[in-house]
């Protein structure tokens, strides 16, 4: 079965730095997709950005990039010139690429607690 | 586009009644999935619908959980009857499923569900 790992239940960052979270994943399979969610304190999951497996450039979203290492399963999010919005709950998240009608669920991590120091 | 939308936003009851929750799923979506988040659980699916079809409920926790798509723009998740154990936040996120390939979940805002 497929697991998230996020070893970091918190990090804090001051703002305008840089802040790195961490997520490693297990499976078995070739091709997937890796997600981070953000979850701030009004509960809404709003997706950050998202990775296919099979794509060896790293994606990015304004701000936001990530650090695929696909051999060592590990899929780490980079906020750059942290805002004080940033604070909240990120979840590291992995999917199976559909076949037929394939594996939709999602497996989440146990998530980050980011709170930007002003 | 409005988003995923879900009702009602919070519900506080009693050990025992009945509780639904609904969700709108975006226009146009084909994939429906219901969640749930607990401090001690974290996020967990409880079941998918493709095309109102339910297609993998094996996260549902027992038979108290039934969910429903009578159609592709509304959803309901019902408890019955409701223990305390259940409150959490309820989740409700729709994708769609593009060529071979399906796309990113999106979530409603949740509901805060309360058992007392």
């Known amino acids: 079965a497929q697991t998230v790992t996020q070893s970091q239940p918190e990090m804090s960052v001051q703002e305008a730095e840089t802040v790195t979270l961490s997520c490693t994943y297990d499976?078995?399979?070739?091709?997937?997709?890796l997600f981070w969610y953000k979850q701030p304190p009004s509960r809404q999951m709003i997706l950050v950005i998202r990775q296919e497996a099979y794509k060896q450039q790293n994606a990015t979203e304004n701000r936001f990039s990530v650090n695929f290492q696909k051999a060592a399963k590990s899929f780490s999010l980079k906020i750059s010139d942290s805002q004080l919005g940033d604070a909240a709950m990120y979840f590291c998240?992995?999917?199976?690429?559909?076949?037929?009608?394939?594996?939709?669920?999602?497996?989440f991590g146990t998530g980050t607690r980011l709170t930007i120091i002003p | 586009d409005a988003g995923v939308i879900q009702s009602p936003r919070h519900e506080v009851t009693e050990m025992g009644q009945e509780v639904t929750l609904r969700c709108k799923p975006i226009?146009?979506?084909?994939?429906l999935f219901w969640y749930r988040q607990t401090m001690m659980r974290g996020l967990e699916l409880l079941i998918y619908f493709n095309n109102n079809v339910p297609i993998d409920d094996s996260g549902m926790p027992e038979d108290r959980f039934s969910a429903k798509m009578p159609n592709a723009s509304f959803s309901t998740l019902k408890i019955q009857p409701s223990e305390p154990r259940d409150s959490a936040v309820y989740f409700c996120a729709s994708s769609l499923r593009t060529a071979s390939r399906s796309e990113t979940q999106y979530f409603g805002p949740g509901t805060r569900l309360l058992v007392l």
């Open positions: 226009s146009g979506h084909d994939y």
């Open positions: 499976t078995s399979e070739s091709d997937y997709y």
């Open positions: 998240a992995y999917r199976e690429l559909i076949s037929n009608f394939g594996n939709e669920k999602l497996t």
